[in-house]
């Protein structure tokens, strides 16, 4: 996806959630990401891990603070990114904030990348993130409940290119043990400002 696609996306899911209902009074010490008007509550969906198992999001990431990026690994640049950029800052916490974060990364390119593909490809960046995988219907349709959009293949950069890209959503939600989501953080953040945010988040839940 290009750098001009992603920003499109985050402005046009602020602008949604800030005209709506009540706003929020969540902001720990202030936040590098956007705070959201309105809270995302986190979804209830189960989708196929790496390794062959099935990962109910909601039940798995229970009590913990949780990064959810939709993206595909033939990504050019926003995807690898923004997991190289959290795979850094998580590396210069301690352990015990590393414990509370679960990184949780589903394909938006299900014909591509195959469970190999994507243990393969996160392991370049944590062994520890978990990379899920469902048909596309079903991936939009968790990206369309969260208000994210639908990811779509974008046209072949020249005819006799055989590849193609996938416009998607360039923001990883953070969601916080009350389940809900009221940070996200857009393309672009320095390895500097997850690393405050994830510490700062990280005191939000209990005993690691």
């Excluded at 959630?17 to 590098?32: E, I, R, V, Y």
């Excluded at 986190?42 to 990431?61: H, I, V, Y």
């Amino acid at each position: 996806m290009t750098t001009a696609t992603a920003f499109r996306s985050v402005t046009l899911l602020l602008a949604l959630l800030a005209c709506d209902q009540k706003p929020q009074t969540f902001n720990p010490s202030g936040l590098a990401g956007p705070t959201l008007g309105q809270a995302i509550p986190k979804p209830d969906f189960t989708l196929t891990a790496t390794d062959g198992s099935q990962f109910n999001f909601r039940q798995r990431t229970e009590g913990k603070i949780t990064l959810l990026f939709f993206g595909y690994t033939h990504c050019p640049d926003v995807c690898p990114v923004h997991l190289a950029n959290i795979a850094a800052a998580l590396h210069t916490l301690g352990p015990e904030v590393q414990r509370k974060v679960e990184v949780v990364f589903v394909t938006t390119d299900p014909d591509r990348d195959t469970p190999e593909v994507i243990r393969a490809w996160l392991d370049k960046f944590d062994p520890k993130f978990v990379g899920l995988r469902g048909t596309l219907d079903e991936v939009n349709a968790i990206q369309r409940g969260l208000k994210l959009g639908e990811a779509s293949r974008e046209p072949q950069l020249a005819p006799a290119d055989t590849g193609y890209s996938v416009g998607h959503a360039a923001l990883v939600l953070a969601f916080t043990p009350d389940d809900s989501a009221h940070v996200v953080y857009p393309f672009g953040v320095r390895q500097s400002d997850w690393a405050k945010d994830l510490e700062v988040l990280a005191k939000l839940t209990g005993p690691a």
